[in-house]
């Protein structure tokens, strides 16, 4: 089915539409705030200090409800992406080409894949490069991505071990092998430091809020060359889109993270693509060039020691501490340890 003038301007204009209509909402909500100021009674007090909604609000963005809502969606991503490209005739408005635009949603995912792989290439990705994606999900943007790029080496790291188990399924029958997959967080990546060549990441910081310093310090830590971060920045962002993060409890301006922190951001702008046009991706590029190289290896995420391997276990002898792998998947969060001071020596 081809997508016709008349078919971008109505969904555009419909768009639109439903833009202005939350626009308003943010709004109406606005002018209701001088009314909740004054509803500071003891009923209002009763319900903002009750335990359940204080803990509900402190884990909406914490990393263990991020896995546990995560974890329950597994497979999600892998039938969406078979949906994009069976079903030809799938399209809804998007950024295509830096507009706001109606397009084939295989389309702009295929010229997505394409434009992150130029990317790569211009900063100089090679057959001898090693690339790692920080918050991989299901593998639906690295597997693509691994048809446009040279690498000797591909690696995924996801805080769910169950869409890493079915993102390793999409990859063998997509025909692309990893040599790492690993259920790991990004606020303490369990490798040595410069190991990575390349390391990005695709709309996974906005789910750890807060944490987002610490994940940027980690992979800045672990890279060599580049990191390349695709994330909905709020710098660029409309009124409607900040509203939205803020209450999401995302992160907020990622270059300014990146300045506090001393790193060198040679490019940062907003990416010509993005699936929701109300949640730009924004794309920020850091130039570390470490003149040291460490080889690629599992360490322990705790004190960053080496791990030993032991069939389906990963042991640090400095710490005592177990790690199970299952299905070729290491476990590797501080909480996913065993302590077992002594497992070396009754093995």
Not at 52 to 68: F, M, P, Y
Not at 277 to 286: A, D, E, F, Q
Request: glycine content about 6%; aromatic content about 8%.
């Amino acid at each position: 089915m081809e997508i016709t003038l008349r078919d971008k301007k109505n969904a555009i204009r419909a768009y639109e539409e439903r833009k202005k209509k939350s626009l308003s909402l943010i709004e109406n909500v606005r002018n209701l705030k001088p009314l909740l100021k004054r509803m500071r009674g003891r009923f209002a007090s009763s319900i903002v200090n009750r335990p359940t909604l204080q803990k509900w609000a402190g884990s909406v963005r914490s990393e263990q409800g991020v896995l546990r809502k995560y974890d329950r969606m597994a497979g999600d991503y892998v039938a969406g992406y078979h949906d994009m490209y069976k079903d030809e005739g799938y399209a809804q408005v998007c950024i295509f080409d830096g507009e706001l635009d109606y397009r084939k949603i295989s389309e702009m995912n295929d010229r997505r894949i394409r434009e992150i792989a130029g990317l790569l290439k211009e900063l100089g990705i090679s057959k001898e490069s090693s690339l790692l994606e920080v918050g991989a999900g299901e593998l639906t943007t690295i597997v693509p991505l691994a048809k446009e790029i040279p690498f000797s080496r591909l690696s995924a790291l996801e805080l769910s071990w169950s869409r890493l188990a079915v993102g390793k399924l999409f990859a063998n029958e997509q025909g692309i092998t990893l040599e790492d997959t690993i259920a790991a967080s990004a606020l303490d990546l369990p490798f040595p430091d410069n190991s990575y060549d390349y390391i990005y990441t695709s709309h996974c910081l906005e789910q750890i809020g807060k944490g987002a310093e610490r994940a940027i310090q980690e992979m800045h830590r672990v890279a060599r060359k580049y990191i390349v971060l695709l994330e909905p920045g709020l710098e660029f962002a409309s009124a409607y889109q900040k509203k939205a993060n803020k209450r999401a409890g995302r992160v907020g301006e990622i270059d300014r993270i990146i300045r506090r922190l001393g790193y060198n951001l040679v490019r940062h702008g907003l990416f010509p693509f993005a699936l929701n046009p109300g949640n730009k991706t924004v794309l920020y590029v850091i130039k570390k060039d470490s003149p040291e190289s460490n080889p690629i290896r599992c360490v322990c995420p705790c004190d960053k020691a080496p791990l030993e391997l032991y069939e389906q276990i990963y042991f640090c002898k400095k710490c005592g501490v177990v790690f199970p792998i299952v299905k070729g998947i290491p476990f590797l969060r501080k909480e996913d340890g065993l302590l077992a001071t002594k497992f070396d020596q009754l093995n």
